[in-house]
């Protein structure tokens, strides 16, 4: 069954080259996002099917004792909910790592998402990839 793309990718490609590309402060950190233990690119396209689970990892690495970024996500440059929800993420301050969440897939859950580190003085990072609602077709 081939996989059908149900929604504009050039549109949303578009938007995501309007977002900064802020992965590093200064020498100090440096954000990644992972799914199936891959790295992956900043605007990568994450292709989920319907009723699928979804879990993309972000994890910052920064020098120093101490040094650790307050992980959040976002979709769409809306706050996700932290533990709560069908999509939601998880956070660790001790391992330096935030998880997002997507649970049994569906058509609302497509757009822009966002992994952003907040470092206190520093400012910001952040890193985005685009989630994709697909389905199988029958033919």
Known sequence: MPLVILSGIVAA????????????????????????????????????VSGSHIQVYCESNCSGSGSSLALTFEKDGRPVSQLLGRVHFESSTLDRKAVLQVLNMQASDEGIYTCKGWFPGEGYMQKSFYLSYGRFDAH
């Open 13 to 48: 490609r578009e938007i995501l080259h309007d977002i900064p590309d802020i992965d590093a402060i200064g020498d100090k950190c440096n954000l990644t996002l992972t799914k199936d233990g891959n790295e992956m690119a900043n605007f990568s396209e994450v292709i989920a």
